[in-house]
């Protein structure tokens, strides 16, 4: 069988996680996928979607044994992009996003278990693979971690913001592994996720549109493309103008 790029992804079910998945899949790449659910059939079907897990990434053990899973079909094999995009902003019993005042201080545990610690966890446990494969690692923030935003809520802000930090710190552990380690922070992206009560934001967009899922997923691409091979380090911003503000 011929090389093939292989990538490694997490959050694969929807959203922008399913159309990066598309997008590598297009160009050829093998695929290993996780998420807290099964992949639609559709997607099953696709050739070089390789292998998924079912796994709940905040639970520290069911993401440890993620990694054990796919480093056994893995093998000897190099792995040419981790992608770290699974999420989540939860809401309280009455509907509000996770705060400061708002909701159970405990759940901030969950949201940094999942938004934060699991992207340590996987790089630091496809570390051996990504250097084999001198490959990239793209962690998913969020133009929220930079700038209040009005639905995000303070436990998945600040959880962003700390990866956009980490995202620094890993790029130069990882370049002793000839590993480069970048981030792509979205803005108002359409996807399930979002209601009507974002239509206002787009006001506040230069280019007065919401994003697609395809165009993040396009920069995570490029990204782990030997285009980028000298960017390291770097937070690309897919907002359609809105983080200028």
């Keep these: 069988m011929p090389h093939r790029n292989t990538l490694i992804l997490t959050g694969a079910s929807r959203g922008i996680g ?5 997008r590598f899949s297009d160009a050829g790449w093998r695929i290993f996928t996780c998420s807290r659910e099964d992949v639609p059939a559709d997607c099953r079907r696709d050739p070089n ?9 905040a639970d520290p ?42 909701g159970e201080v405990e759940d901030w545990h969950g949201v940094f278990e999942l938004n934060f610690y699991a992207p340590i966890e996987l790089a630091r446990g496809f570390a051996s693979a990504l250097a084999k494969g001198k490959g990239a690692i793209v962690n998913i923030t969020s133009i929220a971690g930079h700038a209040v935003h009005p639905f995000a809520g303070s436990a998945y802000s600040t959880s962003k913001a700390a990866l ?33 009560e974002y239509e206002p934001l787009i006001t506040r967009i230069p280019m007065h549109r919401m994003g697609t899922t395809a165009e993040v997923a396009g920069v995570v691409y490029q990204l782990c493309s030997p285009d980028f091979a000298y960017v390291t380090g770097s937070e690309i911003f897919v907002t359609g103008g809105q983080h200028l503000y």
């Design 18 to 22: 399913h159309a990066t998945v598309k």
């Design 49 to 57: 979607w390789a292998h998924h897990v079912a796994a709940d990434l």
């Design 61 to 102: 053990v069911s993401r440890r044994r993620f990694v054990e899973e796919v480093n056994r079909h893995l093998g000897d094999s190099a792995v040419h992009a981790l992608v770290n995009n699974a999420g989540i902003s939860p809401k309280t019993s009455y509907k509000e996003r996770l705060g400061v005042l708002h």
């Design 164 to 196: 956009s930090a980490l995202t620094r710190e890993m790029a130069v552990e990882f370049a002793a592994l000839g590993v480069r380690v970048n981030a792509v922070a979205p803005g108002e992206i359409e996807t399930e996720m979002v209601g009507a």
